[in-house]
């Protein structure tokens, strides 16, 4: 679908995710598909299914069991012209590219003076929710973005898991894409591009007045859950999604705070050194005194991730604990 069009259609995240992969391949003869089960078995979520048949195997390509061998392919195959897409499974696999992506992927540009761009897109499911134990089930995105030289991205809706790849792969620098498992059977309706996605900024997925709610992907859902109870409660919370956690976009936080004066910030990761941690500190660095209460942080509990259902629920951030969150700085 094409900016300016106005048709909606009912989809889902995987499927709308499938659509952006099957548009980047017709699109451009550089573009392919590489990654564990992604060709004859369609993707460990389904994601890539009946791509293999469409587009054959030179553009959607099984790999073996090697996470660091076929994301260093896939630098090699940025590097030479292509345009690369790899999947890896989970972000717990990712950690075994770690070398690539981090001493190759987002250094090779600025340690040559701007002479080799790595455009390329690494996708992978993160969070949990799914009884999938500790080893597939972690929220490891924030150490990505810590680093300089690549972009994380975190689609949470529909049309951002539809329309982001296409500008990832027109970013010269490596572009991680997290895909929290949780949305993958997401339905509804996909609303109408009417202008080129944005990937340098935040927005506001519900706006309010009382409490800014801050978070991303997999819990997205939850916070505007959570600002839907808040309104019961006469609590106007305004939900801001950040979309984009390298670079973050620091001006729309610091905005939010300015309308609202409180903020919790909802992470599936750990408390300690996450990505929530650090938006509560430019909070605190930058909106200081627009505070009338203390940040609020709803992170997970900080242990491998269980996989009996009751304790995986009690370990994740859940739509109660945002909201106790809320009272606590608003009462």
Known sequence: MGA???????????????????????????????????GRYG???????????????????????????????????????????VEIMTVNFSLLALD?????????????????PVPLV?????????????QHSHSLEGWYAHIPGIRVLAPATLEDARHMLAPALADPDPVLIFEHGSLYNVSGELLPLTEPVDLDHA?????????????????????LAAADELSAEGINAEVIDLRTLRPLDGAAITASVA??????????????GSLAAEVSAR???????????????????????PYARRLEEAALPQTADIVAAAHRTVD
């Open 283 to 305: 909070i605190a660095e930058e909106s200081f005194y627009d505070l009338d209460a203390p940040v609020e942080r709803v992170c997970s509990a900080e242990v491998p991730m």
């Open 203 to 223: 927005t506001i997925r519900r706006p309010g007045t009382d409490i800014s709610l801050i978070t991303y992907g997999g819990s997205l859902p939850k916070a």
């Open 259 to 272: 309308r609202t004066h409180r903020a919790v910030v909802i992470d599936e990761a750990w408390r300690t």
């Open 122 to 134: 690494i996708r992978m499911t993160t969070g949990a929710g799914r009884q999938l134990a500790a």
């Open 4 to 38: 300016g069009e106005t048709q909606e259609a009912k989809t889902t995240y995987r499927e709308a995710m499938r659509e952006a992969l099957r548009e980047a391949l017709r699109a451009d003869d550089r573009v392919f598909l590489m990654g564990e089960d992604v």
């Open 43 to 85: 993707g460990c979520f389904g994601v890539s299914l009946g791509l293999l048949e469409e587009f054959g195997p030179e553009r959607v390509r099984d790999t073996p069991l090697s996470e660091s061998a076929f994301v260093g392919a896939g630098i090699g195959a940025a590097l030479a012209g292509l345009r690369p897409i």
């Open 100 to 116: 690539q992506i981090l001493n190759n992927a987002a250094t090779l540009l600025h340690m040559s003076c701007g002479q080799l």
